[in-house]
């Protein structure tokens, strides 16, 4: 893989596609967080207000961009108080030559982190996108709309969360004991159920820290783009086995190479 291929694959392919593997895994989840009440349920979370992951992503050799997740102050949607999760991606300096990313996730989730309540993506790069999603939980439904303008709201079960607020929900899994799990997704266009096979577990090297992590690896029926054009794409993603259950590694092969994501800094 050359250089010089950069500008027609390296954006829509590397960046966008590190993102999407990234938040579409993140729904994998077993079972809501389990406790007396919503503050005990809190205190056990894996996460906190403050945190912050940032995640170095890379095609090849080639630095593409960064990803940086947030733990914002609790907000309220509706009247209700919610978490605030917020994600920013952007390309690298090189990347941007050809191709700028700039894009911001907003997602807001109860404070139980049972379901989604809202979710928004905002793209001021190269593409411009300013996309809202409302979850209608009285009538199971999310409505999409992108500057202003609205698709149908579509059906979604209970327990249903919108990509952002699902790399969340995956950190409060218990995996020891799964061999397979299922997961609803929607972001507004499109709700389907998707599986994902626990390997097992393994050490790994990120950045000079070494891991003990879960091995994670999805069907990937519901890919599209890069993965659907790929003879036998591969996708895996690792997870620490701490209570902090952090996503440290994310690699896939598909037919312009390999892509990379890895943790390289924690706000505690």
Same mark, same amino acid.
């Given at each position: 893989?050359?250089?010089?291929?950069?500008?027609?694959? $390296?954006?829509?392919?590397?960046?966008?596609?590190?993102? *999407?593997?990234? *938040?579409?895994? =993140?729904?994998?989840?077993?079972? =809501?967080?389990?406790?007396?009440?919503?503050? /005990?349920?809190?205190?056990?979370?894996?996460?906190?207000?403050?945190?912050? *992951?940032?995640?170095?992503?890379?095609?090849?050799?080639? &630095?593409?961009?960064?990803?940086?997740?947030?733990?914002?102050?609790?907000?309220?949607?509706? @009247?209700?108080? %919610?978490?605030?999760? =917020?994600?920013?991606?952007?390309?690298?300096?090189?990347?941007?030559?050809?191709?700028?990313?700039?894009?911001?996730?907003?997602?807001?989730?109860? $404070?139980?982190?049972?379901?989604?309540?809202?979710?928004?993506?905002?793209?001021?790069?190269? /593409?411009?996108?300013?996309?809202?999603?409302?979850?209608?939980? &009285?009538?199971?439904?999310?409505?999409?709309?992108?500057?202003?303008?609205?698709?149908?709201?579509?059906?979604?079960?209970?327990?249903? #969360?919108?990509?952002?607020?699902?790399?969340?929900?995956?950190? %409060?899994?218990?995996?020891?004991?799964?061999?397979?799990?299922?997961?609803?997704?929607?972001?507004?266009?499109? %709700?389907?159920?998707?599986?994902?096979?626990? $390997?097992?577990?393994?050490?790994?090297? %990120? #950045?000079?820290?070494?891991?003990?992590?879960?091995?994670?690896?999805? &069907?990937?029926?519901?890919?599209?783009?890069?993965?659907? @054009?790929?003879? @036998?794409?591969?996708?895996?993603?690792?997870?620490?086995?701490?209570?902090?259950?952090?996503?440290?590694?994310?690699? =896939?092969?598909?037919?312009?190479?390999?892509?990379?994501?890895?943790?390289?800094?924690?706000? @505690?």
């Amino acid at each position: 893989m050359t250089l010089h291929r950069l500008p027609a694959l $390296l954006p829509l392919v590397v960046v966008r596609s590190f993102f *999407l593997i990234l *938040l579409f895994l =993140s729904l994998i989840y077993g079972s =809501s967080v389990q406790a007396a009440n919503k503050k /005990e349920s809190r205190n056990r979370l894996p996460f906190f207000q403050g945190e912050q *992951l940032v995640y170095q992503i890379r095609w090849e050799e080639v &630095e593409a961009g960064i990803a940086t997740f947030d733990v914002l102050p609790v907000t309220k949607v509706d @009247k209700l108080p %919610c978490w605030h999760f =917020s994600l920013k991606v952007q390309t690298s300096p090189l990347v941007d030559v050809f191709y700028q990313m700039r894009d911001k996730f907003d997602s807001y989730t109860d $404070l139980a982190l049972d379901r989604s309540m809202r979710y928004a993506r905002k793209e001021t790069g190269s /593409e411009q996108r300013d996309i809202q999603v409302q979850f209608n939980w &009285e009538k199971r439904t999310a409505g999409y709309s992108n500057f202003n303008a609205a698709k149908k709201p579509i059906p979604i079960p209970p327990g249903t #969360f919108d990509p952002l607020a699902a790399f969340y929900k995956l950190r %409060c899994m218990d995996l020891d004991n799964k061999k397979e799990i299922r997961f609803p997704i929607t972001d507004g266009k499109k %709700c389907f159920m998707g599986r994902a096979k626990v $390997l097992g577990q393994e050490t790994i090297t %990120c #950045f000079n820290t070494t891991y003990d992590t879960y091995v994670i690896e999805p &069907e990937l029926v519901y890919f599209g783009g890069v993965f659907e @054009k790929s003879d @036998k794409p591969t996708l895996r993603l690792w997870i620490t086995t701490d209570d902090r259950r952090l996503p440290v590694r994310i690699q =896939s092969k598909v037919i312009v190479g390999s892509i990379v994501g890895e943790l390289v800094s924690i706000r @505690k």
